[in-house]
């Protein structure tokens, strides 16, 4: 069965340096998000992705975040200069465009993000 | 803005048992879907069963089952003849129709016991 991945599991990075997520969609899926949970709370939106555009931001979602699809399999989440404050669990999820159960996301298996 | 409340922080039930959890919800759509995901220690969000709003027949899903109560706002999880791989948190989440955010409740931690 076909499934979102996410590379890395687990990253160790120093508070002001600059990291990439990577997630690969499920193939035939064309809507992508961000989600984070910080340790402890609840899951939370970040972004969706369509058409190689944002189509919705949280607030969480401000100036040091950008996505990207650099190519037609890999969807990226950057933080430009990371804070404490962004340790956290990071999910990549994707949907379908048309099609029966459209509106299920479908998670990988997250990348924890450990800023120091 | 749409909001989802789990009650029960925690959870436990014996081997084999049946359980339910909690969920209510609050908006002023009237199309939407609710789902319940389950994340076990790996971390990983599992989606475990998804409703229709407009349907009125409960989502069943082998073992696990939905009461969804659209007038009340309720949309509790059941599990039937509970397994120790059921051990995990569960979190209910709300979409609204053509919407892209999943609005998720705070969990709860269900562990089965031997």
């Known amino acids: 069965e076909p499934e979102v991945t996410q590379t890395p599991s687990h990253q160790v990075t120093q508070m002001g340096q600059e990291v990439i997520l990577r997630c690969v969609p499920i193939?035939?899926?064309?809507?992508f998000y961000w989600y984070r949970q910080i340790l402890g709370q609840k899951v939370e939106f970040l972004v969706s992705?369509?058409?190689?555009?944002?189509?919705?931001k949280s607030e969480i979602f401000d100036d040091q975040f950008s996505v990207e699809r650099p190519d037609g399999s890999n969807f990226t989440l950057k933080i430009r200069s990371t804070k404490l404050e962004d340790s956290a669990m990071y999910f990549c999820?994707?949907?379908?465009?048309?099609?029966?159960?459209?509106?299920?996301?479908?998670f990988g298996p997250g990348t924890r993000l450990l800023v120091l | 803005a749409q909001t989802v409340t789990q009650s029960q922080p925690e959870m436990s039930v014996q081997e084999a048992e049946t359980v339910t959890l909690s969920c209510t919800y609050d908006?002023?759509?009237?199309?939407?879907?609710l789902f319940w995901y389950k994340q076990p220690p790996s971390r990983q969000m599992i989606l475990v069963i998804r409703?229709?709003?407009?349907?009125?027949q409960n989502a069943t899903e082998n073992r696990f089952s939905v009461n969804f109560q659209k007038a009340a706002k309720s949309f509790s999880l059941k599990i039937s003849d509970s397994q120790l791989g059921d051990t995990a948190m569960y979190f209910c989440?709300?979409?609204?129709?053509?919407?892209?955010?999943?609005?998720f409740g705070a969990g709860t931690i269900l562990r089965v016991k031997s």
């Open positions: 908006t002023s759509e009237s199309n939407y879907y």
């Open positions: 989440a709300f979409l609204k129709e053509n919407g892209n955010k999943l609005v």
């Open positions: 409703q229709e709003a407009y349907k009125q």
């Open positions: 999820a994707s949907r379908v465009f048309l099609a029966s159960g459209k509106e299920t996301q479908y």
């Open positions: 992705f369509y058409n190689n555009e944002i189509s919705e």
């Open positions: 193939s035939n899926h064309l809507y």
